[in-house]
């Protein structure tokens, strides 16, 4: 059965200060939902990790904020767009430990680990797009 | 945001840096220069750095928090990371971080005391 998508928020990242206003968002969001302060630290995280991958790879990018709900199931899903540089190697970006970008390259590979579902398509020259899903514990 | 915006207290030979503002890349980077500097400065035998006010730290911050305290290291002064919450930490260790350079405490006075004890076994060597 298909989620229902209760509300939609669109916020476009071209500055450091759109990450943080994503992030924000992204809590406020978790919060709304009802998320215990574990869920929502965990969200948030995995949305700065991906926000900042927009702004330090591609410069620019749009991230789509979605509540949802699926029976009882209360959830949230971000959706990280941009046309960047693409990632020639998924499966070494994943594999954790790898980075590009003088950090831990634990981003996405931690990301993964804080969500519920993780789906990445990136193609090189033509731009990334990760959408994470987080379900309200009961 | 520029140096300077994160207050670094003086109490004898340790230093308090205490973050109270939510961190962007650019501010944790100031940080960890000004705390440099003040180690620097001040002479100061060791280092707590408070994160009480952080309530998410993600692999950028929590590298540049451990990088701090190893370079800090390297200039003779021994850091403590105090006031994790436990929802920062879950996370960091579900993401597969570990703070590897620094010591960490519950609270500034267990980093106090922490860093009280480490100097006089130094002292006994």
């Known amino acids: 059965m298909a989620a229902r998508v ?3 928020q669109e916020m476009k990242i071209t500055s450091e200060d759109d990450v943080v206003l994503v992030r924000r968002a ?3 969001l978790a919060e709304r939902r009802g998320f215990d302060s574990f869920g929502s630290a965990a969200l948030t995280t995995a949305a700065t990790e ?3 991958n927009i702004w330090v790879h591609a410069r620019s990018g749009l991230v789509i904020l979605e509540e949802l709900e699926d029976g009882l199931r209360h959830g949230v899903r971000v959706e990280f767009r941009d046309q960047g540089p693409g990632i020639p190697d998924v499966a070494w970006a ?4 790898n980075s590009t970008a003088s950090s831990l390259g634990l981003g996405l590979s931690g990301t993964k680990r804080l969500v519920d579902d993780f789906q990445l398509q990136s193609e090189a020259g ?3 797009c990760v959408r994470i899903t987080k379900w309200k514990r009961f | 945001m520029q ?3 994160i207050p670094i207290l003086r109490i004898g030979t340790t230093l308090l840096a205490s973050i109270q503002v939510e961190l962007r890349d650019t501010s944790a980077q100031a940080f960890q220069q000004d705390v440099l500097k003040a180690i620097e ?3 100061s035998r060791g280092l707590i750095i408070d994160i009480t006010g952080l309530d998410m730290v993600d692999t950028f911050v929590a590298r540049i928090l451990t990088d701090t305290g190893r370079m800090a290291k390297l200039m003779g002064t021994e850091t403590v990371l105090v006031g994790m919450r436990p929802e920062v930490a879950a996370t960091l260790v579900r993401m597969g971080f570990s703070m590897q350079g620094v010591y960490t ?3 500034v006075d267990e980093g106090l005391a922490l860093l009280a004890q480490l100097q006089s076994s130094q002292a006994r060597d």
């Open chain 1, 126 to 128: 033509r731009g990334t």
């Open chain 1, 26 to 28: 992204v809590r406020a």
């Open chain 2, 105 to 107: 405490a519950l609270n």
């Open chain 2, 41 to 43: 400065k001040s002479r």
């Open chain 1, 94 to 97: 994943m594999a954790g430990g």
């Open chain 2, 3 to 5: 140096s300077g915006q």
């Open chain 1, 50 to 52: 991906l926000g900042r």
């Open chain 1, 6 to 8: 209760l509300s939609t």
